[in-house]
């Protein structure tokens, strides 16, 4: 196994003004709040810093505006050992906001996309060194398509391998899907890609993703764990593990973010599943997305537990 994975991260920051309330509020009605958090987040930056508490070397690039927000992201990043030096700072444009209403464990999120849509293909021209130096590619869908496009295109033609977690879900052109390595996409967002119903056998809509160009295939199934289909093995599954759960909002990221670890160090595909079905279970039992993301000690001692 490699000692150090490299993983560049290309994505979303946002600030999550996260509410908590005893239940979210129906259409047109008004609930009482119990307390309201500032938590750094957007996919991307969850994602880079679930990455860096495993121990990866870690860059994130992505955008953030000229307010406070922005300067707060990066000094998260920052204090997380991650290299935000790829971060541009947008002026003019505030940076993305979250807005998270968590009640009984559970989450409503409206996200108002700020500098993140900004982030462009030229400014991964001017990182294409820091991404050549990458294990593992890390994508989103919270920047613009066609950024994570060149994103893809550009880590391909550099040797790397590309993971792509295609979240928020929306449909996707074949051009991308045949530059990915691993897509990890939830059921919903797996059956929309898949343009197929939910209720359809779970197989043969992962079977038509690697009919489109995709060569791995690994669909979060939440409570019920987690199933990868490769082009060259059957299809296979990993368990989920029984926690106490706090806040979901960051667990697809860590999801994600273990995987990629685990890959970049030289894991199996079913490997990387289970390390990252542990990855996730933890960050589930913690407020906060980027809080919440465990160590690489705390996802050992959990295994072996």
Known sequence: MKQIPRIVVIGSLNMDVVVEADRPPALGETVAGKQVHFIPGGKGANQAV?????????????????????????????????????????????????????????????????????????????????????????????????????????????????????????????????????????????????????????????????????????????AKGAAYLTDKEPLGFVSSHKVDVVDTTGAGDSFNAGFSYALASGSSVAEAAAFATAVAALAVTKLGAQAGMPTLAEVNQFIHA
């Open 50 to 222: 679930a990455a860096a508490r495993l121990g990866a070397n870690t860059r994130m690039v992505g955008a953030v505006g000229t307010d406070a927000f922005g300067q707060s992201l990066l000094a998260a990043l920052r204090q997380e050992g991650i290299d935000a030096d790829t971060v541009k700072v947008v002026e003019g444009t505030h940076t993305g906001i979250a807005s998270i209403v968590l009640s009984q464990g559970d989450n409503q999120i409206i996200v108002v996309p700020g500098a993140n849509d900004h982030c462009l293909p030229a400014d991964l021209s001017d990182c294409e060194r820091q991404i050549a130096e990458a294990d593992v590619v890390l994508l989103q869908l919270e920047i613009p398509l066609p950024t994570v496009l060149f994103a893809a295109k550009m880590a391909k033609r550099l040797g790397k391998t590309v993971v792509l977690n295609p979240a928020p879900a929306r449909e996707l052109p074949d051009e991308l899907l045949q530059h990915v390595d691993v897509l990890i996409p939830n059921e919903s967002e797996l059956y929309l890609l898949a343009d197929s119903a939910a209720g359809q056998e779970l197989e043969a809509a992962m079977r038509s993703l690697l009919q489109k160009g995709v060569r791995t295939v690994v669909t979060t199934l939440g």
